[in-house]
């Protein structure tokens, strides 16, 4: 569904869960936690590969509207 893929050649993909959340959105899980780690913080979402450590950050933008 979503895939990460690292400057090293490392990747792992998101896969839907099936599990739906209370605002009716799928829930995505990680393929392989061994892979890549994330942290979800205010501002943005970093993800780590855990193979060479290089680090990729997703900043937050305007929200979009309903
Ligand atoms: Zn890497």
Redesign the pocket.
Known sequence: MLQFQ???G?KTAFFATSDYDEQGREVLDIEDEDCVSYVIGEESVEFK?K????RYVLPKFISYSE
């Open positions: 690292c400057e090293c490392n590969c193979f060479c450590g290089h």
